[in-house]
Each structure stands twice: as structure tokens, then as C-alpha cells.
């Protein structure tokens, strides 16, 4: 079992910067990747990032050279700094931890919250 626990989200002008948290406890050593989902209103959840243990990354298309993953192995904590926020970024951003493969989720945070207004 692998709980997470998110912190940093809310309420952003367009073009500013946030940093999301994601706090990992019980087995961590299971965990092969960790990421970022978000979900907006009226849309299905899609992939915001994605870190594995290697240390590779993923990043969809609509956040590259904007947002980063990173982690702090000894906080067994993984970031998601996000600058240029746009309007569009909009929507509740959850933590993911993957166990059984590297990309897919098996266990989710809570949600935060990011609003960017224009």
C-alpha cells in the first residue's frame, strides 16, 4: 500500500508559477515511476508528467519546456514546478504511484486544485 499526500496547489495569474508536492509513505520501495494527472472540468484525466525510479521523464505535449518533475529521495517526495501557467492548465492535479509497471497509476493523492485566471 502506497499513500500520497499533496500540498501546493491554488490560485494563479496567467504566466506565474506554482510548485505541487507529493509526500509518498508505506511502500515505497514498490513504487517504479511516480507522476502528475490532472483533470478539468468535462474531461477525462490525462497525463501531466511521469518520473520513474531510473530517473527518466515524460511530459505531455501541451507542458513540455513549461513544467518539470523532479523528486527528493530522502523526503520521498516528487515536485511538479510548473511555470508559464496558462489558463488551460487549469484543473485538479493528482499524484500517481506506479507499482506494477512503470506508466500505469495504482495509486492516486487526493487532488489539488490549480486555478490560473486570465
Known amino acids: 500500500q502506497v499513500r500520497m499526500v499533496e500540498s501546493g496547489g491554488g490560485l494563479v495569474q496567467a504566466g506565474g508559477s506554482l510548485r505541487l508536492s507529493c509526500a509518498a509513505s508505506g511502500s515505497i520501495f514498490s513504487i517504479n515511476a511516480m507522476g502528475w494527472y490532472r483533470q478539468a472540468p468535462g474531461k477525462q484525466r490525462e497525463l501531466v508528467a511521469t518520473?520513474?525510479?531510473?530517473?527518466?521523464?515524460n511530459y505531455a505535449d501541451s507542458v513540455k519546456g513549461r513544467f518539470t518533475i523532479s523528486r527528493d529521495n530522502a523526503k520521498n517526495t516528487v515536485y511538479l514546478q510548473m511555470n508559464s501557467l496558462k489558463p488551460e492548465d487549469t484543473a485538479v492535479y493528482y499524484c500517481?504511484?506506479?507499482?506494477?509497471?512503470?506508466?500505469?497509476?495504482?495509486?492516486w493523492g487526493q487532488g489539488l486544485q490549480v486555478t490560473v485566471s486570465s
Open positions: 518520473l520513474t525510479s531510473g530517473g527518466s521523464t
Open positions: 500517481s504511484a506506479h507499482v506494477k509497471t512503470y506508466y500505469v497509476p495504482d495509486y
